[in-house]
């Protein structure tokens, strides 16, 4: 029960349940109070917001040095004022007095236009990527030297930032070395205004981000030796049809058989309808496969040397015309490792769609094996006639031989092993060919010998 001098205010609000109400009854007083909390809450909110912003923006703008002269200054000023110790006084005076000379310094961080203009985006491993910074002060007065930081990948560019009159502009050259394979994020660029002293600090970084790609080395493998079968139109196989391109025999005409598969001659002379039988030609359609397991390779430099071999395959087969699938290893979680598995097709579209996507490829531990791959591409990738197997030297005889054998006989399957520690060579494995390459150059020779032999 509410008492109250003023006459009351009923609200009523009915709930989900036709039978269930709920009845507030309140003053126009304490609705008055109720709205004056809200307001001093919400108020409150936002103050405390605010402190924090200041907090966390003067968190970032004073260095560590800056919190030893601010913390001198209050204690400087609090002990002196607490104790009359002159010398305190002086010393907490100083450093507010240094603090201030300060703060000058960090104006114009934000007077500058920073364009980033590279050459190209993308380029060989080993390289260089080169390109320039243009930096314009686009302020109304003079903007005192400063300092641009421009992150690349992992490291950190610092550039410095002359003295520049409004409207000038300076073009800082850039350099940036491509020593591994991968995508380089470069930028946003930022620039950095601090004091002599190093007591506070000033950024400004704006939204220009480029990725650099950083391609594998490939070499130039021969055309008609691409995947050691010379045909572009397709290859015949073992499957017989009544019309194709490729003749095999001629048998007895059956109830059926299309008339103008018969053949003249040997009726004549057998006194029966006789037609012609063909083998099925189809377009050889290749599939490139590439193990990711660090298991299966000695070192780093092993497994750079099989992703390049892999990318020259594709790249080749991709000029040639050829349908293509690159196919690689996939991450598996080690919780449902063992029973998940798992591929990741790269796009074949072009020769730099392919090569942008093997800058993305990386050994894993918690992957496929090589057979695994093989067994699960020769169940989702239909009438392929070539397979080219790349892995590391780590992977045995037994274990190519039950990676080929995931494929119909019918697809001809070549091994490329990569091992730094050995000699080029050829050799017949079971029905399928196996290379050795020590260095990427060994691929294009054994290809051109495979296609010879």
């Given at each position: 029960?509410?008492?109250s001098?003023?006459?009351?205010a009923?609200?009523?609000?009915?709930?989900?349940?036709?039978?269930?109400?709920?009845?507030?009854?309140?003053?126009?007083?304490?609705?008055?109070?109720a709205?004056?909390?809200?307001?001093?809450?919400?108020?409150?909110?936002?103050v405390?917001?605010?402190?924090?912003?200041?907090?966390?923006?003067?968190?970032?703008?004073?260095?560590?040095?800056?919190?030893?002269?601010?913390?001198?200054?209050?204690?400087?000023?609090?002990?002196?004022?607490?104790?009359?110790?002159?010398?305190?006084?002086?010393?907490?005076?100083?450093?507010?007095?240094?603090?201030?000379?300060?703060?000058?310094?960090?104006?114009?961080a934000?007077?500058y236009?920073?364009?980033?203009?590279?050459?190209?985006?993308?380029?060989?491993?080993?390289?260089e990527?080169?390109?320039?910074?243009?930096?314009?002060?686009?302020?109304?007065?003079?903007?005192?030297?400063g300092?641009?930081?421009?992150?690349?990948?992992?490291?950190?560019?610092?550039?410095?930032?002359?003295?520049?009159?409004?409207?000038?502009?300076?073009?800082?050259?850039?350099?940036?070395?491509?020593?591994?394979?991968g995508?380089?994020?470069?930028?946003?660029?930022?620039?950095?205004?601090?004091?002599?002293?190093?007591?506070?600090?000033?950024?400004?970084?704006?939204?220009?981000?480029?990725?650099?790609?950083?391609?594998?080395?490939?070499?130039?493998?021969?055309?008609?030796?691409?995947?050691?079968?010379?045909?572009?139109?397709?290859?015949?196989?073992?499957?017989?049809?009544?019309?194709?391109?490729?003749?095999?025999?001629?048998?007895?005409?059956?109830?059926?058989?299309?008339?103008?598969?018969i053949?003249?001659?040997?009726?004549?002379?057998?006194?029966?309808?006789?037609?012609?039988?063909?083998?099925?030609?189809?377009?050889?359609?290749?599939?490139?496969?590439?193990?990711?397991?660090?298991?299966?390779?000695?070192?780093?430099?092993?497994?750079?040397?099989?992703?390049?071999?892999?990318?020259?395959?594709?790249?080749?087969?991709?000029?040639?015309?050829?349908?293509?699938?690159?196919?690689?290893g996939?991450?598996i979680?080690?919780?449902?490792?063992?029973?998940?598995?798992?591929?990741r097709?790269?796009?074949?579209?072009?020769p730099?769609?392919?090569?942008?996507?093997?800058?993305?490829?990386?050994?894993?531990?918690?992957?496929?094996?090589?057979?695994?791959?093989?067994?699960?591409?020769?169940?989702?990738?239909?009438?392929?006639?070539?397979?080219?197997?790349?892995?590391?030297?780590?992977?045995?005889?037994?274990?190519?031989?039950?990676?080929?054998?995931?494929?119909?006989a019918?697809?001809?399957?070549?091994?490329?092993?990569?091992?730094?520690?050995?000699?080029?060579?050829?050799?017949?494995?079971?029905?399928?060919?196996?290379?050795t390459?020590?260095?990427?150059?060994?691929?294009?020779s054994?290809?051109?010998?495979?296609?010879?032999?």
């Amino acid at each position: 029960m509410t008492v109250s001098n003023e006459a009351p205010a009923t609200r009523t609000s009915a709930s989900s349940g036709p039978s269930a109400r709920t009845r507030v009854t309140t003053t126009a007083r304490g609705e008055r109070g109720a709205r004056a909390g809200v307001w001093v809450v919400t108020a409150a909110r936002a103050v405390a917001a605010g402190v924090r912003a200041v907090a966390d923006r003067a968190g970032g703008a004073v260095m560590p040095a800056g919190w030893l002269v601010l913390a001198a200054a209050t204690l400087g000023l609090g002990l002196g004022a607490a104790f009359g110790w002159v010398e305190w006084l002086v010393a907490g005076f100083a450093s507010l007095v240094m603090l201030a000379l300060c703060v000058p310094f960090l104006f114009g961080a934000r007077a500058y236009d920073v364009v980033v203009r590279l050459a190209h985006e993308r380029v060989v491993v080993g390289g260089e990527l080169t390109g320039e910074i243009v930096i314009r002060n686009r302020g109304r007065s003079t903007a005192l030297p400063g300092r641009l930081d421009l992150p690349v990948g992992d490291g950190l560019v610092e550039l410095g930032v002359p003295l520049m009159r409004a409207g000038h502009f300076v073009a800082q050259p850039l350099t940036i070395p491509a020593l591994r394979r991968g995508i380089i994020t470069v930028g946003p660029p930022t620039a950095v205004r601090t004091d002599p002293v190093g007591l506070l600090r000033r950024e400004r970084a704006w939204d220009d981000v480029r990725h650099v790609y950083v391609h594998p080395r490939t070499v130039a493998v021969p055309s008609t030796s691409a995947g050691l079968v010379r045909d572009l139109e397709g290859q015949p196989t073992r499957r017989l049809v009544d019309a194709d391109m490729s003749f095999h025999a001629i048998r007895e005409y059956a109830p059926g058989d299309a008339r103008r598969q018969i053949h003249w001659k040997s009726t004549a002379k057998t006194g029966q309808l006789m037609v012609r039988q063909f083998e099925e030609s189809r377009r050889s359609r290749m599939a490139v496969m590439l193990g990711l397991s660090e298991k299966e390779f000695a070192d780093a430099d092993e497994f750079e040397l099989a992703v390049s071999a892999a990318a020259s395959l594709g790249v080749q087969a991709v000029r040639d015309g050829r349908d293509l699938d690159v196919v690689t290893g996939a991450e598996i979680p080690r919780v449902v490792r063992g029973r998940l598995r798992a591929i990741r097709d790269i796009s074949a579209a072009s020769p730099r769609a392919l090569l942008d996507g093997f800058c993305t490829v990386e050994a894993l531990e918690n992957t496929m094996p090589l057979e695994g791959i093989c067994r699960l591409t020769a169940e989702t990738k239909n009438d392929l006639s070539i397979a080219l197997i790349v892995c590391g030297s780590r992977v045995t005889t037994p274990t190519l031989r039950r990676a080929a054998l995931a494929f119909p006989a019918d697809t001809a399957v070549i091994a490329v092993v990569c091992d730094e520690r050995a000699h080029p060579r050829m050799q017949g494995i079971g029905g399928f060919t196996v290379l050795t390459i020590g260095v990427l150059d060994d691929l294009a020779s054994l290809m051109l010998r495979g296609a010879g032999a």
